[in-house]
C-alpha cells in the first residue's frame, strides 16, 4: 500500500523507463476474456504455464468465476527448439480430455520471441488427424510487449472473423447486424443485445461472455456455460447487412477485416456508456432499421434525461480523475462532461494513435484545465502524483480496483469501473452500457457524492432530505 506513497506532492518525477503500477496489463488476458465468449471454446496459452495460471486468476478474481484455459507448459527445452511438440500434445489431450468444439490458441512472450509459428503448428496437427471431426483450432499473436490487454482481446475478435466468418455468397440477410460489443462486461454484452432486438434488428453478437462468466450456481460444474457466440452465428456474419463494432481499439480491427473478407459495411463507434453515445448506437440502428425507435427504448432514454434534472445540482462543476482502457475512457470522460463534470485527469497504459484526438474531442472546453496521458508511463504513480500535486486534488476517481489505495490516500470516494475490479462481487451482472447502464452510473456517482456529503457534515447540517 506504501508504494505510491514515496514521493511528496512537490517532488518532480520525471521518467522514461519506470513504470510504476500500471494502468494496464498483457495481451493474453484479453485474448482469454475474448475467446470465453465462445461457445464451447477452451482458450489455450501457447508459452510457459505461469502466465496462464496469471490471466486465468485475475479473471476468476475479477468474476468469482472458473476460468477455464490450457497452457503448452514450455520447459526449457522447448524455449530453445520451439514449443511445436507441446502444442502438439495440447490439441491432443485437451480434445481427448474435455472435448471442446474450439481450442483458441493465444501466445505469451516467451513463445513470440522464439517465434513460434502457431498456424503452420496446427497444420501439422491437422495432418496427423488431431483434430476430431467438426472440431476447430483458432488462433491469435498476443505478443505481451506490444499494446495491452486490449490489444490481446481485438486479436482474438479479428481471429474469430479470420477463421470463422463466411459469406454465403447469397444475398446480405436485412435485419441481421454483426454486434462487436468490446471489452465490457457480460451484462452489457446482454444489454446491447436486448437494444439491437428492441429496434428490430437479429444480433449476431462475438465475442460473448454472457452466460459465460456470469452463470448460475446449480450445484453442476460446466466446463463449457451455455452461453457465448456460436461457431455457426459467427460464420453467418459474413451474410449480415451491417457491422457495429463498439470501442475502435477492441472492436475495429474484427469489423475491418470482416469487411474485408464478406464486404460487410461496418461503423466503428465508441462504447455506448452515457446518453450522448447511446444515442449514436441508436442512431445507428434507427438507420439500418428503416427509420423505426420503438417507445421502449425512447422511455428508457427519457429516464436518463429526467435523472440528470434531478441529479444536476450535486454534479455541477464537480472533478474526477479516471483510469483504465481507452474505449471505456473517452465515452465515460464524454458521460461527465454531459453531467457538467469535468474529467480532470485521465491516464491509460495502453499505447495508440488516436487516443489524445479522440480525448481532445471529447473534452472540447475543458481540455485546457484537464491531464491526459497515455503510454508506459501513464501508470497510477502518475495519476497519483496528478492528485497529490493539485491543491484541489478530485472530488471522484472512477477506474479499477488498483484505484483504492489512491481513494484511501488521499480521502477521495471511488466507484469501481473497468477491469479488474478484484474487490467486489456481482459487477458483472449490472450493465453500463445503454439507458439503462447510465441509469447505474449516474445513480453510482450521486451516491458516492451524497455519502461523503452525509459522513463530513457537520450535526448541523446533517440532512434528512437531499
Ligand atoms: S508479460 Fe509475458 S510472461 Fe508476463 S504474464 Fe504476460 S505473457 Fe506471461
Not at 462543476?317 to 457538467?340: C, F, M, N, R, Y
Not at 501508470?379 to 489505495?405: A, E, R
Request: hydrophobic share 40%.
Amino acid at each position: 500500500m506504501t508504494l505510491l506513497r514515496h514521493t511528496s506532492a512537490d517532488q518532480d518525477v520525471q521518467r522514461e523507463a519506470l513504470t510504476v503500477n500500471p494502468a494496464k496489463t498483457c495481451q493474453p488476458i484479453g485474448a482469454m476474456y475474448a475467446a470465453l465468449g465462445l461457445h464451447r471454446c477452451l482458450p489455450h496459452s501457447h508459452g510457459s504455464q505461469g502466465c496462464c495460471a496469471y490471466h486465468r486468476s485475475t479473471l476468476s478474481r475479477h468474476y468469482k468465476e472458473p476460468a477455464m484455459a490450457g497452457t503448452s507448459s514450455f520447459t526449457e527445452g522447448s524455449s530453445v527448439f520451439g514449443g511445436q511438440a507441446n502444442l502438439l500434445a495440447a490439441i491432443e489431450n485437451i480434445f481427448t480430455v474435455y472435448n471442446p468444439d474450439v481450442i483458441a490458441v493465444h501466445t505469451t512472450c516467451l513463445s513470440e520471441t522464439i517465434g513460434d509459428d502457431v498456424p503452420q503448428i496446427v497444420e501439422a496437427a491437422i495432418d496427423k488427424g488431431l483434430l476430431p471431426e467438426g472440431k476447430m483450432v483458432i488462433h491469435a499473436n498476443t505478443p505481451s510487449y506490444v499494446g495491452s490487454h486490449t490489444t490481446g482481446f481485438a486479436t482474438m475478435t479479428k481471429a474469430m472473423v479470420d477463421y470463422i466468418a463466411q459469406s454465403s455468397g447469397a444475398e446480405k440477410i436485412r435485419d441481421q447486424v454483426n454486434l462487436i460489443p468490446g471489452w465490457v462486461e457480460p451484462a452489457d454484452m446482454s444489454e446491447l443485445k436486448r437494444l439491437v432486438k428492441l429496434m428490430g434488428l437479429d444480433p449476431v453478437t462475438f465475442p460473448d461472455t454472457s452466460g459465460v462468466l456470469d452463470s448460475p450456481q446449480t450445484g453442476i460444474h460446466e466446463m463449457f456455460p451455455a452461453g457465448g457466440a456460436t461457431v455457426d452465428s459467427i460464420r453467418s456474419a459474413g451474410d449480415s447487412c451491417h457491422t457495429i463494432a463498439l470501442g475502435p481499439i477492441c472492436s475495429g480491427p474484427a469489423a475491418k477485416a470482416l469487411f474485408a473478407k464478406c464486404q460487410i459495411p461496418q461503423t466503428t463507434m465508441p462504447l455506448p456508456i452515457g446518453l450522448k453515445a447511446t444515442d449514436r448506437f441508436i442512431m445507428k440502428l434507427r438507420e439500418i432499421n428503416g427509420g423505426f425507435v420503438p417507445d421502449e427504448i425512447m422511455t428508457e432514454r427519457g429516464r436518463v434525461l429526467d435523472l440528470m434534472t434531478d441529479m444536476h445540482q450535486y454534479f455541477y462543476g464537480k472533478t474526477a480523475a479516471l483510469w483504465g482502457d481507452p474505449d471505456q475512457l473517452v465515452s465515460l470522460a464524454e458521460l461527465l462532461i454531459t453531467l457538467d463534470m469535468i474529467p480532470k485527469f485521465v491516464v491509460t497504459g495502453t499505447p495508440g494513435k488516436k487516443f489524445y484526438k479522440r480525448m481532445g474531442e471529447v473534452l472540447g472546453d475543458h481540455a485546457q484545465g484537464c491531464k491526459v496521458d497515455q503510454g508506459s508511463c501513464a501508470d497510477m504513480f502518475q495519476l497519483h502524483q496528478w492528485i497529490k500535486s493539485d491543491p484541489d486534488k478530485v472530488d471522484l476517481l472512477i477506474g479499477n480496483t488498483y484505484g483504492k489505495y489512491i481513494a484511501r490516500d488521499e480521502d477521495i470516494p471511488l466507484i469501481r469501473h473497468g477491469f479488474p475490479i478484484l474487490d467486489r462481487i456481482g459487477h458483472q451482472h449490472f450493465a453500463t452500457v445503454g439507458y439503462r447502464g447510465a441509469t447505474r452510473i449516474l445513480e453510482q456517482i450521486l451516491d458516492a457524492f451524497l455519502d461523503r456529503q452525509d459522513r463530513d457534515a457537520p450535526e448541523s447540517g446533517f440532512e434528512l432530505v437531499m
